[in-house]
C-alpha cells in the first residue's frame, strides 16, 4: 500500500517527511523508490529497530515483497542525527569563577 501512496503522490527524487518513523517502514519504501527522506523519531528504539533496518537496506534487502518487486540490490546512504534537550546540556555544563 505504501508503494502505491508514494508513487501515485510524489516523483523520483522528491523528498518524503515521515515525523513519527516508527519501525521505519515508509522511509525504507521511499528509499527504495528512490525518494529522498527525512524521518523524526523520539523513542529510545531508533538504534536497535530503524538503524538497523535501514543499514540492512542499503546493503541489499531482499526479503520484503517490495524488494523482490523491484529487483532491489541495496545502495544509496543516509545520515542521522541526535538532538539534545536544551535543558540537558545547560544541567551537564560546568562553570567556574575566574578572577578577571
Do not use: C
Request: charged content about 30%.
Amino acid at each position: 500500500m505504501l508503494r502505491r501512496i508514494i508513487q501515485s503522490s510524489t516523483n523520483e527524487g522528491d523528498i518524503i517527511f515521515d515525523y513519527f518513523v516508527g519501525s521505519g517502514t515508509t522511509i525504507a519504501a521511499a528509499h527504495k523508490l528512490n525518494r529522498k527522506w527525512i524521518g523524526v523519531e523520539a523513542g529510545d528504539y531508533i538504534d536497535s529497530i530503524v538503524l538497523k533496518r535501514m543499514k540492512t537496506i542499503v546493503f541489499g534487502d531482499i526479503r520484503p515483497k517490495l524488494s523482490e518487486d523491484l529487483n532491489w540490490q541495496g545502495g544509496g546512504f543516509f545520515k542521522y542525527y541526535e538532538l539534545e534537550q536544551y535543558e540537558d546540556v545547560l544541567r551537564r555544563a560546568h562553570y567556574e569563577d575566574s578572577d578577571l
